[in-house]
């Protein structure tokens, strides 16, 4: 015979409180279970009605109205427990801060999750579940450019303040060339991964078929790129690209123009070409500043859009396709809002203990 449920006991204040845990949006889910499971009680239903209706096993009912008949709501939540020993406490810890300040083993480079773990003969989740915590990441890695250039403040303020407040009838020009650029033939096309996404695709073999070099000159004023590939870089090679440049640009008897310009060699030395051209003006950067030099961005992108993945049968394909894109690139040019994060020697920490000090 189905067992039915024991007539219990309730006033109508604790009646109300139960109604209230049912209808609530707050309540934890495991709370509002019992509640109905006590209502169904208060009901006067069989406990296998209850227990079919909320998908209980009806022991279960059964414990928690016991709970509820002996010690009311509060019978209704978990008794204390005394909660899971703490294995990786502080001294665990702070070996394994310890532990990275050591070389790591067997000729690696830098520590690793698994490695660390191993070493100290410790669970690799804790390991990476800390690791996590304190917002070490051990696997990524940043470089910085650090100028020791004893005139870097006077550099950087004339290349700052050509940008921000350029002379009057002035064009700003930044100038640079990237060097070696591999025509290579590879097949490429796209594939569908296991997962069922679709990405480019590059054959691993390929065929060299030579290289070019790039000079280019980007208005800062306007964004507007001006480039030439040739085979070599010598400062012939450059100083024919600035004879170029100047054609190109807007020409007047009173118009300047500064060239930014990094310290490599074939930019310098160059006092006979500027005698014959006295309105031309070289900056050059700091040492170990090239980010100051606006063209270095215009490269970045050029070479995402136009080498990356990309494949050539020789070099004239290769200078073609970097002709191309400056055109492209040149009927939408704007210029860059220039920026750069703040970088200082005392940023760069040996160790993990004198970072977190």
Known sequence: MPRTAKIVDCEQKTLQELKRITNSQSSEIRLVRRAKMILGCIE??????VSKELGEQEDVIIKWR???IARGIAGLNDEPRSGKPVVYGDDWKK????KLEEKPPHGLARW???TLAAELDTSDDAVQRFLKAQGIQLARMRTWCVST???????SA????????????AIVISVDEKPSMQ?????????KTSNGKVVSAVKSTYRRNGTRNLFAALEVATGIVHGQTTQTKKRVDFLAFMDDLLKELPESETVEYHAILDNYCIHKRCDDWLKAHPNVFFHFTPTSASWLNQVEIWFNIMSRKVL???????VNELSEAIRNYINYYNNSAEPFVWKKREVSGSQIKDNLSNLRG
């Open 95 to 98: 070996t394994v801060l310890e």
């Open 66 to 68: 016991d709970r509820f």
């Open 158 to 169: 004339d290349i700052v303040g050509l940008y921000l407040n350029p002379p009057k009838n």
């Open 308 to 314: 990356r993945g990309a494949s050539f049968n020789n």
């Open 183 to 191: 025509a290579l033939s590879r097949t490429t096309g796209v594939v």
């Open 112 to 114: 690793d999750g698994p």
């Open 44 to 49: 006067g239903k069989r406990i296998q009605d």
């Open 149 to 155: 250039d004893p005139e870097f403040a006077v550099k």
